[in-house]
């Protein structure tokens, strides 16, 4: 809506002859000025297709005698008016003096800096808008939210809007608005789909995310530690077992975490740690597993993959090859863009969701599975969010990630065809598991 308001003012008589518009990173600036082509085309607005030009141009940073080369994307109008799209960075905040818009402020990197430097050039007359979803505390536009009140920096719909304060004119929506007001979206679905509350306040009904958060409190984690768990596997075949596997060789534990299915509880019945193992043993205690368990997925990210492979040829009906690193598609976006998931983040917040509802159950008085849950940490990037652990001597959240892999090969189950049957042995199959449409 604002690079529409932004065409609607260029035909203005009496407005700014430019309006410059910083974006996070380059392909954003290409998107916001895909948009002004949109907006112009659906009215047209004689601006013609070589109106439009990218160039390359160098900005000079005065705060310390450098100068930076970014690519510029520029709409002119038939009256000589502009909009110029490009990243933001405090040598092109200084470089124009205009209309300005901060498109995803709270993903800006120098956020504080590049306010600081273009500051000084809006007070000459120019409008400021800022148009963002909120992405952690530590940044400047989550400073100006505090500024404003309203509820607006803690995620509270304003009771009437604009909410002007401090200088500022603060408009705020979020997902359930946008569905008011006649978005066709399937806001339940999508939040089981991502199956992750924190990052569900964050992403669409603009509640900050502290950085660098436990993902599992270790208060969650013993309050699902139960009598009727185990870490010691009796190696009993018996349906309704699955497992996961979180492959490691020498620096990280390689951990095969093993659950019973009792009605609509998993409960871990076996926990099995590998260090510094040779892969040939690590292969030989899986095919153990293997044996006696419905379904077993194994982490072939990286050094994983070969060892997935032999397994997945050896146990077609069984072995489930998952990479990490891969995605899922969870529905589209207004504009038909797919929403994707990393599969490693949809597992670990289907994990810790059923953790919440007390539905997986863990072996009592672990404490290195309480280390291990308690690791992983939701870390606020540029781009988003993603979840890590710090390494340490006793591994890299390993346990954490085997039972998060073996809660997804219960979870999808009663849908899953073995890959034997449709002629994909070998091939990852994990990626279609949690698909939906919104």
């Avoid at 510029?72 to 200084?94: C, D, E, M, S, Y």
């Avoid at 800006?108 to 505390?137: D, M, P, W």
Wanted: net charge negative.
């Amino acid at each position: 809506m604002l690079s529409l308001e932004s065409c609607l003012d260029r035909i203005k008589p009496d407005s700014a002859p430019l309006d410059i518009i910083l974006s996070a990173s380059e392909r954003q600036s290409v998107e916001v000025m895909e948009k002004v082509r949109m907006h112009t085309d659906a009215w047209k607005a004689a601006v013609r297709p070589q109106d439009f030009e990218s160039q390359s141009q160098r900005f000079a940073n005065p705060d310390d005698g450098t100068s930076i080369e970014v690519m510029q994307h520029v709409a002119r109008f038939p009256n000589g008016k502009r909009i110029i799209a490009l990243p933001a960075n405090p040598a092109t905040a200084r470089g124009y003096s205009g209309n300005v818009l901060l498109d995803e402020f709270a993903l800006h990197e120098n956020s504080y800096a590049i306010f600081a430097a273009l500051f000084g050039r809006i007070t000459r007359g120019y409008k400021l808008r800022i148009a963002s979803t909120v992405h952690g505390k530590k940044n400047k536009f989550f400073d100006i939210l505090k500024l404003i009140g309203g509820g607006l920096d803690e995620g509270i719909r304003p009771q009437s809007q604009p909410v002007v304060r401090n200088g500022w004119s603060g408009h705020w929506v979020n997902i359930w608005m946008c569905r008011e007001q006649g978005l066709k979206i399937d806001i339940e679905a999508l939040r089981t789909a991502l199956a992750d509350e924190d990052v569900f306040d964050q992403e669409y009904c603009n509640v900050p995310i502290d950085e660098a958060l436990d993902f599992i409190p270790l208060s969650l984690v013993m309050a699902c530690e139960s009598d009727e768990a185990t870490s010691e596997f009796d190696f009993i075949p018996r349906a309704n077992l699955y497992a996961g596997w979180d492959i490691a060789r020498k620096r990280d534990l390689s951990v095969i975490w093993i659950y019973e299915e009792r009605g609509d509880v998993l409960v871990t019945v076996g926990v099995i740690r590998m260090a510094r193992t040779p892969f040939v043993e690590q292969r030989e205690m899986a095919e153990k597993v293997a044996r006696c368990v419905q379904r077993m997925g194994i982490d072939t990210t990286g050094i994983g993959a070969q060892l997935g492979e032999e397994m997945a040829s050896k146990f077609p009906d069984k072995i489930e090859q998952v990479n990490f690193a891969g995605t899922v598609e969870v529905g589209s976006d207004d504009e038909g863009k797919p929403i994707k998931i990393r599969i490693k983040e949809t597992m670990a917040g289907a994990l810790k969701t059923s953790m919440e509802s007390q539905t997986t159950l863990l072996p009592p008085g672990d404490l290195a599975n309480r280390r291990s849950f308690q690791s992983v940490k939701r870390l606020i990037t540029p781009t988003g969010y993603r979840l890590d652990a710090l390494r340490t001597d006793a591994g890299h959240a390993d346990e954490f990630w085997a039972a998060a892999l073996g809660r997804a090969m219960a979870l999808s189950s009663a849908n899953y065809v073995p890959a034997s049957d449709v002629g994909t042995v070998g091939a990852p199959v994990a990626a279609g598991m949690l698909g939906r449409v919104f």
